[in-house]
């Protein structure tokens, strides 16, 4: 079946350093992903969709500055946060978006821990 | 937007048991999703659902459109059905990725 594949997995870094997480589809191409951020114990929240070949669109209240997203390839779309701070810490998954002929569905990445301290 | 209202907030269940989960809405929806993200943060799409009824092996899921909810069914559950369950409803027109979970149902099974 389709795979995203989300990296890194895990990632602690110092306040004021740049991280980045790669979003891939394995299996097919993606014109469409999303980004979500999940805080501990609460639902999903969109970030942003990722267009490929476009600039992305951002949520209301999502800092286009602080979370910039790159979708360069059908298969790849990926998530900077730049000059990251504490609050910043959060889980943060992908989604990539898959049409055909096998029907529309929706595959995860499996989420990046981010702990900036 | 629409707004989607998930119960209950917990479960706890002993291993064999089954249950039901329910998801109702403020307004009509045309694309409806179950989602499954387990104890490691994996999200999985368990079903799209936007009416009637579908079923995947133990889970069952039927939304009533026209009444503006959707039920999943567990039968028989494990402890891998452990994690939060996640519904999702779009209205028409909207992006079929662009999702606004709502707050889950966390279900614990246990051995």
């Known amino acids: 079946g389709a795979v995203v594949s989300q990296h890194p997995s895990r990632v602690i870094c110092k306040s004021g350093t740049s991280v980045k997480i790669e979003c891939r589809s394995l299996?097919?191409?993606?014109?469409?992903m999303f980004w979500y951020r999940q805080f501990p114990k609460q639902s999903l929240m969109l970030m942003a969709t990722s267009n490929e070949g476009s600039k992305a669109t951002y949520e209301q209240g999502v800092e286009k500055d602080k979370f910039l997203i790159n979708h360069a390839s059908l298969t790849l779309s990926t998530l900077t946060v730049t000059s990251a701070h504490p609050e910043d810490s959060s889980f943060y998954i992908c989604?990539?978006?898959?049409?055909?002929?096998?029907?529309?569905?929706?595959?995860f990445g499996s989420g990046t821990q981010l702990s900036v301290l | 937007g629409i707004q989607v209202e998930q119960s209950p907030p917990d479960l706890i269940l002993q291993e064999g048991a089954n249950s039901t989960l329910r998801c109702n809405f403020s307004d009509s929806v045309n694309n409806l999703q179950w989602f499954h993200q387990n104890p490691w943060g994996q999200l999985i799409n368990l079903f799209y659902i936007p009416s009637g009824t579908k079923q995947n092996g133990r889970l069952s899921a039927t939304t009533v459109a026209t009444e503006r909810y959707s039920l999943l069914y567990i039968s028989s559950s494990q402890t891998t059905d452990s994690g939060v369950y996640f519904c999702?409803?779009?209205?028409?027109?909207?992006?079929?990725?662009?999702?606004?979970f709502g707050q889950g149902t966390i279900l614990t099974v246990h051995p």
């Open positions: 989604s990539a978006y898959r049409s055909g002929t096998y029907g529309e569905k929706l595959f």
């Open positions: 999702d409803g779009r209205a028409g027109g909207t992006s079929y990725g662009k999702l606004t």
């Open positions: 299996d097919f191409q993606a014109t469409t």
